[in-house]
């Protein structure tokens, strides 16, 4: 279940004083370090972690607050990451998801640290228009791409048309030797395309979106 803001800045509290001092808090402690009203403020937040099972106490026992061993466990994780540094991925700018746009640089970074090979070989894109919409990529999305020349019938890919037009689309091989770069919009018609006209860039590996 997810904490309240205030929930986690008291739980936050709770685990950095004990990990400077080896012991917890009192209420008193709490409420001073964190300027909260009362002590029935800590103590209203106290019972809702402990109903989360963020937080045990023994009854009848004077600083006896316990954090969970899973948050405590996140929080080192977070650190460590923290630490190592966040690795970005370039935002390479605007891509079409309808008619192919000349796509262009730019200077932004998006951080995808569960996302992002370790090799520094992603890209990310934000989609515009609705070429895609049917295998749920909408416009506004950002993809995430592997750099490859590399795929296979059914891939969707980024793909350069004409040395300077980018699309998103599923790729496939045609008998007669050329591309067909497929739309997943049953209102929008294919665009075929020869072998030395097209420049594959890469292959989605992920869709992220923002709902606000």
Do not use: W
Not at 32 to 47: D, F, I, M, N, P
Not at 136 to 142: E, M, P, Q, R, V
Not at 176 to 182: F, N, P
């Amino acid at each position: 279940m997810a904490l309240t803001p205030r929930q986690k800045q008291v739980l936050d509290f709770i685990a950095d004083y004990i990990d400077e001092n080896h012991y917890n808090p009192s209420y008193e402690e709490i409420a001073r370090g964190l300027q909260l009203a009362s002590l029935a403020t800590v103590h209203k937040h106290v019972e809702a972690l402990q109903e989360r099972r963020y937080l045990r106490r023994t009854f009848n026992h004077s600083r006896s607050l316990e954090v969970a061993e899973q948050y405590l466990e996140q929080r080192r994780g977070e650190r460590g990451a923290a630490a190592a540094g966040v690795p970005q991925v370039p935002l390479a700018g605007r891509i079409a998801a309808g008619s192919p746009v000349e796509a262009i640089a730019g200077q932004e970074t998006l951080a995808f640290r569960d996302f992002t090979g370790k090799d520094g070989n992603t890209f990310a894109l934000e989609v515009r228009g609705d070429s895609m919409i049917e295998d749920h990529i909408c416009s506004g999305d950002y993809i995430l791409a592997e750099k490859t020349a590399e795929v296979k019938n059914g891939d969707i890919v980024v793909a350069l048309v004409g040395g300077s037009d980018a699309t998103l689309k599923r790729f496939y091989r045609e008998p007669d030797g050329r591309i067909r770069l497929q739309p997943a919009n049953a209102a929008m018609a294919p665009i075929f395309v020869g072998p030395a006209d097209l420049q594959i860039q890469g292959r989605v590996i992920s869709v992220m979106r923002k709902y606000r």
